[in-house]
């Protein structure tokens, strides 16, 4: 349902742009997320986007990282700048459609000198 890439290794102050690419649901109605899990740590979300483009960021990335949309593509991106340690973990793309979580593969993130 939903194929994640992008992640690597990145020094502190670089970009990365992870993808999600999504099948098997109306992907222009679906409110899309990013989450992440750093280890040892719970999963948290880091970024959503709804149908009309409207964004929300936890606070920790506010004003670094930036996620959109290609309805065409059925595509959603997190573009991170300005990486900084604490970002490492693993990236997951999430959709909640018709009463059931479905999670993308995992992506890792680790951002090191």
């Known amino acids: 349902q939903l194929q994640a890439s992008g992640g690597g290794l990145v020094q502190p102050g670089g970009s990365l742009r992870l993808s999600c690419a999504a099948s098997?649901?109306?992907?222009?109605?679906?409110?899309m997320a990013w989450y992440r899990q750093a280890p040892g740590k719970q999963r948290d979300v880091v970024a959503s986007?709804?149908?009309?483009?409207?964004?929300n960021y936890t606070d920790s990335v506010k004003g670094r990282f930036t996620i959109s949309r290609d309805n065409s593509r059925r595509t959603v991106y997190l573009r991170m700048n300005n990486l900084k340690p604490e970002d490492t973990a693993v990236y997951y793309c999430?959709?909640?459609?018709?009463?059931?979580?479905?999670w993308g593969q995992g992506t890792q993130v680790t951002v090191s000198s």
């Open positions: 999430h959709v909640f459609w018709k009463i059931r979580n479905y």
């Open positions: 986007i709804i149908s009309s483009g409207i964004t």
């Open positions: 098997g649901i109306n992907f222009s109605i679906a409110t």
